[in-house]
């Protein structure tokens, strides 16, 4: 064997062996760029996983947020219905002045007022009322109260007061008044 045929043995040698190391890293390569692929996928379902639960998530929160708008409307309009019906109630009340048991209704309202005071008392009452409390009570007052109706039983110093008035019964009934009226219009609460 000669120096040309060793030299083109080993270039024979050295091309198979380039062409063996070539054959590697290209299969190399295939398998670098099939993990990438693999992991980009792998990114990519878990970027959209991530994305689809923060769009979940965010329409959950706006849902909520309309939801309890949403109640809060409904809940301030069933609240003025409920003012409009209490309001309506008063107007009804202060007509029990035009009814014939009206002298009944201010005598019984001004002797609870006298039992808790004593007779020791004087009688207020509106200036509507002024007549009809001077022919009803020999202790009525000169002064008069802004009032609808009823009567307010004072000691006559003033300093004790026994409010019947309409307002005042009115007043201290409201939250009954309303707790009813949400139970009529809107079923429910206050019904017993």
């Given amino acids: 064997m000669g120096l040309e045929q ?13 062409s063996a190391v070539i054959s590697r890293a290209e299969k190399e390569k295939e398998r670098i760029v099939s993990e990438a692929e693999e992991k980009k996928k792998q990114l990519q379902a878990e ?59 201010l005598k019984r309202l001004a002797e609870q007022g006298q039992k808790e005071l004593g007779k020791d008392s004087t009688i207020i009452v509106s200036e509507k009322d002024h007549a009809l409390a001077k022919k009803l009570f020999s202790a009525t007052s000169k002064e008069t109260a802004p009032i609808t109706g009823g009567v307010i039983v004072s000691t006559l110093d003033g300093k004790i007061r026994v409010d019947n008035s309409f307002e005042a019964i009115f007043e201290q009934n409201k939250d009954w008044l309303k707790k009813e009226a949400f139970g009529e219009m809107f079923g429910g609460k206050g019904k017993k």
Avoid: C, H, T
């Avoid at 060793?6 to 380039?18: P, Y």
């Avoid at 998530?57 to 947020?65: I, P």
């Avoid at 409307?73 to 019906?85: C, G, L, P, S």
């Fill in 6 to 18: 060793l030299s083109r043995q080993l270039l024979m040698d050295a091309k198979k062996e380039a």
């Fill in 47 to 105: 970027a959209k996983r991530k994305a689809k639960e923060m769009a979940q998530r965010q329409k959950s929160e706006l849902a909520s947020g309309a939801s309890i708008r949403a109640k809060q409307i409904v809940d301030a309009e069933k609240n003025a219905a409920v003012e409009k019906a209490l309001q309506a109630v008063f107007a009804e009340m202060s007509l029990a002045r035009e009814a014939k048991q009206y002298e009944k209704l």
